[in-house]
């Protein structure tokens, strides 16, 4: 199931296909159909390889750290893709020796020549924490099903080309600390005295 939706998601936020080349090179025949090609991210993250999901991403050094002032390893690193986590908070990579995933975390926040919308599919990620989307070009609407995200601490999906009305949805998410939907195209308004509503 995990595995299946994180897969729905990469395919649903390609780049949008353009011509092959070939059919501007040389003469070609009236009958013959354009070939559509589809782009990729500029960094796939492992997506979609024969490795375990919860090892689809990529570390990075944040900017502006001083490694000689870290006590945490995770302030010195921050990642990209998808992060999963077991029930004590400890990272998992795969799901062997009896592990399993407990915390799920999904971030794309650098530019990566993602397109599209966020599917359906994604809301049946029941473990997923955090989703954090941002400086993409993702549009469309989103899910109206984002309400079953019921373990959802943040959700951000700041600098992108959403359209439409913000889902109400949003609102019965009981465990949502944090929301920016900054940068957007959405209409109308949320109210709520428990969220730290940014970018609205």
């Known amino acids: 199931r995990r595995r299946y939706a994180l897969a729905v998601f990469y395919y649903a936020t390609l780049p949008p296909p353009e011509l092959s080349t070939d059919d501007f090179l040389g003469e070609q025949e009236e009958s013959a159909p354009s070939t559509p090609v589809f782009g ?36 010195l690193f921050m990642y990209e893709g998808v992060k999963c986590l077991d029930e004590e908070g400890d ?38 924490r955090i989703l954090s989307i941002e400086n993409q070009n993702l549009g469309n609407r989103l899910p109206s099903t984002i309400g079953d995200l019921s373990n959802l601490v943040s959700l951000s999906l700041y600098n992108n080309e959403f359209v439409g009305t913000i889902p109400q949805a949003i609102q019965t998410l009981s465990s949502l600390l944090f929301l920016n939907l900054g940068k957007n195209l959405f209409e109308g308004n949320l109210e709520s005295d428990k969220l730290s509503w940014e970018g609205l």
Do not use: A
């Not at 999904?106 to 966020?118: D, V």
């Open 40 to 75: 990729d991210w500029t960094n796939q993250y492992l997506f979609l390889s024969k490795f375990h999901e919860c090892s689809w991403f990529e570390p990075f050094l944040r900017e502006g750290v001083n490694p000689e002032n870290v006590t945490d390893m995770s302030e």
């Open 91 to 128: 990272e998992l990579v795969t799901e062997k020796g009896g592990k399993s995933v407990h915390t799920l975390e999904l971030r794309f926040t650098i530019p990566n020549e993602m397109f599209g919308s966020i599917p359906s599919e994604i809301t049946s990620l029941l473990e997923l």
